[in-house]
């Protein structure tokens, strides 16, 4: 069965400070997607990045970038210069390329002034 | 911009009501998705539809139903509320092929009473 697993339930960083959010997930297939979707607290969930399984250079975007283990099965997404905007739930999640998208259970980030 | 629209952000029902969430979505994507958000739990699929009178289950779909009559519109049935159905339930949709980014609603705060 494929699972994705978050194990910081809740983090917090200083506003400016770099923080790094943890996402392993369990598959065996070869291709496939991972995302890291962000649901601030007025509750629409929107996509911070995506990565394909096969491209083997890690997605950036602007302050957000992640380090993509596909031997460890690992994906975790680095917010560097975090803004009090960045307050949210973030969301790791998985998809082989069919209907099902799998999610972990969040990280509650909280960026303190 | 392209949007998910749920019919209600927040929703009192008393037990044994028949509910309805509704959902909208205008980038004539194939694929629907109802998912329910619970604390500690991440998101869990209820059901979804990859084109129109058509739908699977997910992970959860006991107490619940869906309609899809156009494809812009996918439906939640929940047939006989109760107190167990008090979630946050939020509405998805991707395009079937692409980039298989998820677009989310803004989430329907349901409580049953």
């Known amino acids: 069965a494929q699972t994705v697993t978050q194990s910081q339930p809740e983090m917090s960083v200083q506003e400016a400070e770099t923080v790094t959010l943890s996402c392993t997930y369990d598959?065996?297939?070869?291709?496939?997607?991972l995302f890291w979707y962000k649901q601030p607290p007025s509750r629409q969930m929107i996509l911070v990045i995506r990565?394909?399984?096969?491209?083997?250079q890690n997605a950036t975007e602007n302050r957000f970038s992640v380090n993509f283990q596909k031997a460890a099965k690992s994906f975790s997404l680095k917010i560097s210069d975090s803004q009090l905007g960045d307050t949210a739930m973030y969301f790791c999640?998985?998809?082989?390329?069919?209907?099902?998208?799998?999610f972990g259970t969040g990280t509650r980030l909280k960026v303190l002034a | 911009d392209v949007k998910v629209t749920q019919s209600s952000r927040y929703l009192v029902k008393r037990t044994g009501e028949k509910v309805f969430l509704e959902c909208v979505q205008d980038?004539?994507?194939?694929?629907m998705f109802w998912y329910r958000q619970d604390p500690g739990l991440g998101l869990r699929l209820i059901y979804f539809?990859?084109?129109?009178?058509?739908?699977e289950k997910g992970d959860i779909p006991e107490g619940y139903s869906v309609s899809r009559e156009k494809k812009e519109r996918f439906s939640l049935i929940l047939e006989s509320a109760s107190t167990n159905q008090t979630s946050m339930y939020l509405c998805?949709?991707?395009?079937?092929?692409?980039?298989?980014?998820?677009?989310f609603g803004q989430g329907t705060r349901l409580t049953v009473v």
């Open positions: 998805a949709s991707t395009a079937f092929q692409g980039k298989y980014e998820a677009f």
């Open positions: 598959t065996s297939e070869n291709n496939y997607y």
């Open positions: 990565q394909e399984a096969y491209k083997q």
């Open positions: 999640a998985f998809t082989s390329g069919t209907y099902k998208y799998i």
């Open positions: 980038m004539d994507h194939e694929n």
């Open positions: 539809s990859y084109d129109v009178k058509m739908k």
